[in-house]
Structures are given as C-alpha cells and as structure tokens.
C-alpha cells in the first residue's frame, strides 16, 4: 500500500511524481529551464496576458483538501436522532450561526461558522479516491481521452505570471499526484501547474542562490539569454518564443525577489501565530498559505491526509491516543485560525476559503467500526471571497445517504469558485490537439451562498 505524506489511502496511488525546488542546483538556469521549458508547450498565447471578469469577488483562493474522504456525519452533517448504527459516538454542538450544529471535537470552528456557508447535500457518483478527486478539483468527470485542468491551474490562467510569487502554490509538494494528477494542468501546458513548496511547508527549500553564485553572475546569465532568445526570435517567431521570456522573468522575479522570498519564509511568524494555527502538518499549510495570498498568490492548495477510516473512525478523528494524534482537532484549529486570522488582516472578504474531501463516508459503521467510501453525501464548507456565512445550502435525509434537498454537484461547486474568482466557466480553450474544449461542460451557481 502506498502513502501519503506518511498516511495510507486504500487506492495505493503514489504522489510522488513531482518536481519542486529542492532539485533545483543551479541559480537562474535551472529554476528557470522549469518555467522555460513548460512554457514552450503553450502554442496559443503569450505568458502574462490578463483575463478575468472585472466583476470578480475573491482575488484568491485558499482550497484546504481532507484527502481520503472526510466522514460527513462525524464531522458537519451530524445526525443525531439516526439509528445506532449510524449515528456517531460524536455529540453535536451548537455553533455561531443558529440552528446550525456540527462535531464536539471541532469547538474552534463552531465559532466562527457565521463565517461559513455549509453545504451539506454534495454528492456525486464516483466512490473511487483518483475519479472522484478528479471530478471535484476539475468539476469535469474523468475519461481517459482528455485530462482537465484543475481550479488552481485555471486561475493561474486567468491570472497570467505578472508577479513575483507564481500564481498556484501546492502545499505540500506532492499535493494530490503532483502535476500529473488531479491538480495538474491537464490539457494546459505545464506552466499552469502548482508550484510546489515540497514536502515540507515549514521549510521550502532552495529560494536563494547557491553559494558562490551571486546576483551579478546570476544578472549577466540573464543578459546572455536574453540575446538568445533574440536571436532565436529571429529565427522563428511566434506565441512560444515570446513566452519564453515572460517564464524566465517569473523564476527570476521569484528567487531576486526578498519580498517573494519572505512569503514563503514561515519562521519570521510570531510563536503565537504558529501556536495559533498549530504546528502539525494542516496548521503549517494553513499559516503558509495565508502569508502566499497576502503576499499576492492566485490559488493555493492546501492538502492534509489521513482521512481514508475504514477502521476504528472513532478513535482516529480525535485525539484518543494522545494530544495531537486525531484529525478533528488540527482541522479544527488550522481552520478556525485561518478564517480568523483573515477576517483581523482585512483579507476575507476578498480571500474564497473552500474545505472538503473527495466524498463523505458510509452511513453504516462497518465491522470494523470504521465508515467506507460514500460519495452520494458529503459537504463543503465555503467562507470569504463573496460567500454570505451563516447559512445551510442543502440537507440530506435522516441517516446522511443522500441529497433530500438542493443536491450539489462537483460542476456546480467549480463553477461557483471560478465565477467568485471572476473567471468565465463558458469559453473554450484549445487542447494541443486542436481540440476545442470549454472550460465546464455543466454546472451552475450556488446562488445561496451568494
């Protein structure tokens, strides 16, 4: 069975083809062969154009992704008068927003739900972890005949490479398969891939110059392909060539740049802050990503293992081993640290957060007293970015099998964070076969949470 980030998930898939800083040994040369030689696989447009919808709500957008698949009714759709075998060994609790109750184990996060739009009728047809991941970070359903960019790569290009820091960060680096899976490009040139941080996100590696290598060196090789690429324009002229530049400047803004740098530079927060967020693995990412968005970054990618419970759910979701060992309770102080922490930093209103899973779990405990895959229910925790909280979207029946009211699809969910982010689900983009292929091919706004 393989793993992820040191938790198993039942598919065995790996998620560690992924390239990120640390392979990188060269100053400028290296880092920006990786935007350079993604770049020439753009035929269609010159890196750096703006697009987008003036009208957009959130500039950024912050997906926290429970990978394995988070148990809806142990978690926001609890169900307290089900039968035995269904309901959860969890009690609910009230919360900031009234007649809305979630999970004891998440205290913090009751706090601050009149910040959040809780959807709880998401449902799909995909109990797989890769399809149904897929159809949710893409809104399309997979096929083998094309793979669909992700919402992160899609904002990235909406966004274009004007700034310092690249437009869609992963945390961390083998954030759901890396380029190659669910948050890839797809169909996009690599380009629009996330920028991985590595495994790490307390410490990403490799954001300044070896030793021996100055800025001047670093200047005068810039200089010298500057004059190449001239030269090769001469040669063939045409969208590629002209991007070449625009990735180059990207991968030297990112290393030249103290204020890039600084972004992703967690130490220079204060102790309170980290303790704030926690210091596991979810609370870093979440401090990290926060400092990514207020530091200019379009999409961030914040992916935390471990929720694939076929067995023992009751002892794995909280901390019954010892402090710090569940997953309640870091989702649970990670989440409601960063909800917070945007709302006191002015960045809320224009920051979209969106917390889910790939599916819910079974109503049915098994043998096991663990929950299976279930995607027929499941939620989504939607905040800030133009998101009115407070407020239910949806519900499932008696026991959480399925939707009985306003069912929710993955098309529907991307297109409500790409048209929040300003970016028209309708157009077509142009495959490297030629093929014509809009951006969705189905779903609709989430109006009630607007």
């Known amino acids: 069975m393989q793993t992820t980030n040191g938790h198993p998930r039942c598919d065995g898939v790996s998620r560690r083809d992924v390239l990120h800083l640390g392979l990188l040994t060269a100053f400028g040369l290296s880092l920006a062969n990786l935007f350079r030689l993604r770049g020439e696989e753009d035929p269609r447009e010159e890196a750096g154009e703006k697009r987008g919808d003036p009208s957009a709500r959130a500039n950024s957008c912050i997906l926290i992704w429970l990978d394995g698949g988070p148990s ?4 926001f759709d609890p169900k307290p008068d089900a039968p035995s075998e269904v309901r959860s060994q969890f009690r609910a609790i009230p919360t900031s927003a009234p007649g809305i109750s979630i999970c004891e184990h998440l205290p913090l996060t009751a706090k601050v739900m009149h910040e959040v739009a809780l959807i709880r009728s998401l449902t799909h047809e995909l109990g797989n972890h890769d399809t149904g991941t897929r159809f949710l970070f893409t809104g399309h359903r997979p096929t083998p005949a094309l793979d669909y960019p992700s919402l992160g790569s899609l904002s990235a290009h909406a966004a274009g490479f004007g700034g310092a820091l690249p437009p869609y960060v992963a945390i961390p680096g083998d954030a759901v398969g890396g380029d190659s899976g669910a948050a890839g490009s797809g169909h996009l040139p690599r380009a629009y891939s996330a920028f991985n941080v590595g495994p790490n996100p307390g410490r ?6 070896p030793e021996g290598v100055s800025f001047t060196r670093g200047q005068r090789r810039r200089d010298m392909l500057r004059k190449l690429d001239a030269f090769s324009r001469r040669v ?112 809320l209103s224009t920051t979209l957060v969106v917390l889910l899973g790939e599916f819910g779990r079974t109503p049915k405990i098994n043998s096991l ?31 959480g099998e399925a939707p009985v009211d306003r069912p929710v699809g993955p098309p529907d969910l991307a297109f409500t964070v790409l048209k929040l982010l300003g970016i028209d689900p309708g157009p077509e983009l142009i495959t490297p076969a030629g093929r014509p292929v809009r951006i969705l091919s189905e779903g609709s706004l989430i109006s009630e949470a607007l």
């Open 204 to 209: 990403v590696p490799d954001l300044d110059p």
């Open 236 to 347: 063939e002229e045409g969208p590629a060539t002209r991007s070449r530049d625009a990735f180059y400047e990207q991968a030297y803004r990112l290393i030249a740049s103290p204020e890039a740098k600084a972004a992703f530079d967690i130490s220079r927060e204060k102790p309170a802050a980290r303790d704030r967020y926690g210091h596991g693995r979810i609370g870093t990412g979440c401090l990290l990503a926060r400092r990514l968005v207020e530091a200019g970054a379009r999409f961030v990618t914040v992916v935390d293992s471990g929720w694939d419970m076929h067995q023992q759910i009751f002892r794995e979701m909280p901390d019954y081993r010892f402090p710090g060992s569940g997953k309640l309770p870091s989702l649970d102080r990670a989440y409601a640290a960063l909800i917070t922490d945007l709302r006191e930093r002015g960045l």
């Open 369 to 399: 007293a663990g929950r299976d895959h279930w995607p027929r229910a499941g939620f989504v925790c939607l905040a800030g970015g133009g998101v009115k909280g407070g407020r239910v979207i949806g519900a499932t029946d008696v026991r």
């Open 72 to 75: 809806h009714i142990d978690t």
